[in-house]
C-alpha cells in the first residue's frame, strides 16, 4: 500500500502481547487515516453503557498518508478513543515533530487496550515495539519526562508523547503532550492513558513508506510551499501567532467575554501584538512547516526559561473568559497545563463558569473556599493547580461545566458546552454557521471541526460550493455548515494542519500522488463525509440522539452589546437544514440508512439499524 | 456626503501605521474606492517587503464590514454620519 506502512501495531497493557495486523486497503481507501481511520478501528468496541475508564477501551495514535512526506503543513497525528471526560466520540491532533517520528516506526496507527500493573511506556524503534517499565517518570510533568527520556536513550534520534500529573491523576479534561508543548488538546484522552498506566509514547526510526510517485510529489511540495508563502496569512501567523486574532475577533465579536454574557473587552492587552512587544518571543513551527505560527515565550521566569504558546484558545480562556488581561497569568496558566497535561480550553471555560456562578452567589466562598472574582489572576493560577491535583474546589472545575452545573445545582443551559465538552473561544453568536457546527460536531463543542469562521472570513471551498455569506444568516447555513464540517474532518484524517491554505482540488492531487489512487476532490471528500458519520454512529450507539445536538442558552441568547447585539441563530432552522442534508434520521439523530449505504457503510447500516 | 470614520484592524493597521482615520463620501463604492487608492498600493508594498505578493486591491483580502455589516449584506451604498467601516485582514485565529 504505497502511502502507508500497512500495518497497525496491536499493544495490550494489561496481558503484554504487541503483534502487528494489516492494514486493511479498503479501510485505508474510504477512512484515510487519522482520526477516520482510528474511528473505523475502534468501532467494533463501543458497547452502549460502557465504562471509558475500562482496560478495554481502546486508545489510537494515528498518522495519515502524508505524515513523512514533503507536502508542508503535514506534520499532524491524532489520538483517538471513547472519551472518559464526555463519554462520547473524543479525538485530539497535535503537531511538532511526533507525527513524523510515529510514521516512521513503522506503523500507521498504534491501537493499545489493557492496562499495566504498573507505570510503563510503550517504545517503538523501526517496526519493532516493547513495553518498558516507567516508574521513574511517574508523577515527573511532561517537560521532565521528556528530558528524562531524552537522557536515557541518548544517541537515538526519538520522539516523546506523554501524559502530566493530570493523565496519572485522572483529571477528567487530561491532554497528551509532545514536542515540549505541543498538545492533543481535548476531550481527556490524557486521563485514558493515565487509566491505563501509560506514561508516554516513544517511537523512533526510519521506516520511511514507499510513495507512488516521487516526482510528483516533488513537484507539488514546491508548488505548495510557494503557494503557503505567499499567502499573507502565513506572514499573519508568521508574526504574530495564532493570537493575532483576538482583536479581530473582540470587533467580529467573535471572542467571548465575561464567560459568554460579553464580547467588548480590552483585547489590544493580549494580542499577539502585545505579547511581542512584552515578551521575548520566538516563533515555532512543525516538521516541515514554512509558516511557524507556534510560539515560545522565552526567559519568561528564573525557574521558567522556555515557555511554548500561548495560543489564541488559551489567550481566550484564560483571559477575555476569565475578564483576566493579565498576560503574565495567562501564560503562566498556560504553561503549567502543558507540564502538567490538561486541556486549557475545558480548564478556561471552567474557571470562568466558577466566576459565573461565584457572582451570582450559587458557588459560594465557603463552598470554594476562597473567593472566586473576575479578574482575579493570581486566582486563576492556583486553580489550575488545583485541577491539576484534584484538591479542594479543582476536583469539581476537573469535572467541567456540566458535572459542575449539576452537582452546584445551577441552570444547566448556563454551562457551557456540548456533550461535555466546553465550547471554545468563536462565539456562536457571530458566525451562525458556528453555533451549528458545535451542536452537531463529533467530539462535542468543537471549533477544529467546523471552524466556520475562517470560511465566512475567506477560507472558502468552492469544490462544495461552500462560500461566504452573511455571517447572521440563518436559510441555507445548515447545509454549509454540514459541508464544511465534512471537508474540514477530512483534515484530521488526512493529518494536515487546518491553517493550510490549500484547496480541496490541490489536496486530492496529492493525496493521488502519495498513494497512487485516482481519487476526484469529491471522491476525497466523501472519506470525509464517511469519517463524521461514523463518529456519530459511534456517538448514536453511546446514547446520543437529536437531543443532544442543541447549544446551551448562554451561548446562544442574544448579547446586548458589540457587533453581534441582539442577534441570536435559529438553532432549529439550522438543524433541520444540517439534518436535510446530512441525511440523518430526525426521529433517532442517526445517519439514515439511505446515507450509510451510500457512502458504502453497509455494515455499519446493518449495526446501527439491527 | 457623509462623514465616516474608516478603520484599519490588526496587521494592517500595524503595516499601514494608521488605525483609523475620517473620511467624506457620497457613497460606500466611492468610500472603498478612495480607501484602496489611499492605502492600496502602499500595503501592498509593505507586503512584499515581507515576501508576499499579492494582486488585487484590498477588498481582495480583507474582511469589510460597515459597522457590524459585512459588504456582501449591504443592501444600498448609503451612507450616514458616523458610519464606521472596519478594514480586517482575513485572517482568522487557532
Not at chain 1, 516563533?283 to 521566569?301: E, L, T
Not at chain 1, 486530492?508 to 498513494?515: E, G, I, K, S
Request: glycine share 12%; with cysteine.
Amino acid at each position: 500500500m504505497l502511502g502507508y506502512q500497512g500495518k497497525i501495531l496491536h499493544v495490550d497493557l494489561g496481558s503484554g502481547e504487541i503483534k502487528a495486523i494489516p492494514l486493511n486497503e479498503d479501510d485505508a481507501k474510504k477512512y484515510i487515516g487519522g482520526t477516520g481511520l482510528s474511528a473505523r478501528l475502534i468501532y467494533g468496541s463501543v458497547k452502549p453503557g460502557m465504562d471509558p475508564l475500562a482496560p478495554s477501551n481502546p486508545l489510537v495514535f494515528a498518522a495519515g498518508p502524508f505524515t513523512g512526506t514533503s507536502i508542508p503543513m503535514v506534520s499532524r497525528s491524532s489520538v483517538s478513543g471513547i472519551s472518559p471526560y464526555t463519554g462520547i466520540w473524543g479525538e485530539a491532533t497535535t503537531g511538532g515533530t511526533f507525527p513524523f517520528g510515529l510514521k516512521n516506526s513503522g506503523y500507521d496507527a498504534v491501537y493499545i487496550v489493557g492496562k499495566a500493573k504498573k507505570p510503563v511506556y510503550l517504545f517503538i524503534n523501526d517496526n519493532k515495539a516493547e513495553i518498558r517499565e516507567a516508574s521513574h517518570l511517574w508523577g515527573k510533568d511532561t517537560y521532565a519526562t521528556q528530558g528524562i527520556l531524552k537522557e536515557e536513550l541518548k544517541g537515538l534520534r526519538h520522539y516523546v508523547s506523554c501524559i502530566g500529573r493530570a493523565g496519572e491523576n485522572l483529571v477528567p479534561y487530561a491532554c497528551i503532550i509532545n514536542d515540549k508543548g505541543r498538545a492533543a488538546g481535548r476531550c481527556g484522552l490524557g486521563a485514558l492513558m493515565g487509566s491505563k498506566k501509560l506514561k508516554a509514547v516513544v517511537v523512533a526510526g526510519k521506516s520511511e513508506a514507499s510513495l507512488a510517485d516521487k516526482d510528483r510529489i516533488s513537484v507539488l511540495a514546491g508548488q505548495f510551499r510557494e503557494i503557503i508563502t505567499n499567502n499573507f496569512m502565513s506572514l499573519a501567523f508568521r508574526e504574530y501567532g495564532t493570537m493575532l486574532y483576538v482583536d479581530m475577533g473582540m470587533y467580529l465579536a467573535d471572542t467571548p467575554a465575561k464567560y459568554f454574557t460579553k464580547s467588548v473587552f480590552p483585547a489590544e492587552k493580549i494580542t499577539g501584538q502585545a505579547l511581542k512587544q512584552a515578551y521575548s518571543v520566538k516563533n515555532y513551527a512543525c516538521h516541515g512547516c514554512p509558516i511557524g505560527c507556534g510560539r515560545v515565550v522565552k526567559g519568561f521566569k528564573k525557574s521558567i526559561p522556555e515557555v511554548d504558546g500561548p495560543e489564541y484558545e488559551t489567550a481566550g480562556a484564560f483571559g477575555s473568559l476569565c475578564m483576566n488581561f493579565d498576560l503574565d497569568s495567562i501564560i503562566m496558566a498556560n504553561h503549567i497545563c502543558n507540564a502538567q497535561g490538561i486541556d486549557t480550553i475545558s480548564a478556561g471555560v471552567s474557571i470562568a463558569y466558577a466566576m459565573h456562578l461565584f457572582e451570582k452567589g450559587i458557588l459560594t466562598e465557603k463552598k470554594a473556599g476562597m473567593p472566586i472574582k473576575w479578574g482575579d489572576s493570581k486566582t486563576i493560577v492556583k486553580l489550575v493547580e488545583m485541577i491539576i491535583n484534584r484538591k479542594g474546589i479543582g476536583e469539581l472545575l476537573g469535572k467541567g461545566t456540566r458535572a459542575m452545573a449539576k452537582e452546584l445545582g445551577s441552570d444547566p443551559e448556563e454551562a457551557a458546552q456540548v456533550k461535555g465538552l466546553e465550547i471554545p473561544m468563536h462565539d456562536a453568536r457571530a458566525f451562525y454557521g458556528e453555533a451549528i457546527s458545535y451542536a452537531t460536531g463529533p467530539r462535542g463543542a468543537c471549533h477544529q471541526k467546523g471552524d466556520y469562521y475562517s470560511m465566512e472570513l475567506g477560507g472558502m471551498v468552492l469544490e462544495l460550493n461552500v462560500i461566504a455569506g452573511d455571517r447572521f444568516m440563518n436559510e441555507g447555513k445548515g447545509e454549509m455548515a454540514a459541508k464544511f464540517q465534512g471537508f474540514k474532518d477530512l483534515f484530521d484524517s488526512l493529518c494536515m494542519c487546518k491553517m493550510s491554505p490549500l484547496s480541496l482540488t490541490q489536496i486530492t492531487d496529492a493525496l493521488n500522488a502519495v498513494t497512487g489512487w485516482n481519487y476526484s476532490p469529491l471522491d476525497l471528500y466523501a472519506c470525509g463525509e464517511r469519517s463524521l458519520n461514523i463518529k456519530r454512529a459511534i456517538n448514536n450507539k453511546l446514547g446520543v440522539t437529536r437531543q443532544d445536538d442543541r447549544m446551551p442558552r448562554i451561548a446562544v441568547e442574544a448579547l446586548k452589546e458589540g457587533a453581534s447585539a441582539g442577534r441570536s441563530p435559529d438553532m432549529d432552522m439550522l438543524l433541520k437544514d444540517y439534518y436535510s442534508f446530512m441525511k440523518w434520521d430526525w426521529g433517532t439523530g442517526k445517519p439514515t440508512k439511505e446515507k450509510l449505504f451510500e457512502l458504502g457503510m453497509h455494515d455499519v447500516a446493518a449495526d446501527l439499524w439491527k | 456626503m457623509a462623514l465616516l470614520k474608516v478603520q484599519f484592524h490588526g496587521l494592517w493597521g500595524l503595516y499601514l501605521g494608521v488605525d483609523q482615520f475620517p473620511l467624506e463620501s457620497s457613497g460606500l463604492d466611492e468610500a472603498l474606492a478612495r480607501v484602496e487608492e489611499q492605502f492600496g498600493p502602499l500595503l501592498r508594498q509593505r507586503l512584499q517587503e515581507r515576501g508576499v505578493k499579492l494582486d488585487g486591491d484590498i477588498k481582495k483580502y480583507s474582511y469589510i464590514t460597515l459597522n457590524s455589516t459585512g459588504l456582501q449584506q449591504l443592501q444600498d451604498n448609503r451612507l450616514k454620519y458616523g458610519d464606521v467601516l472596519h478594514v480586517f485582514p482575513a485572517v482568522t485565529g487557532g
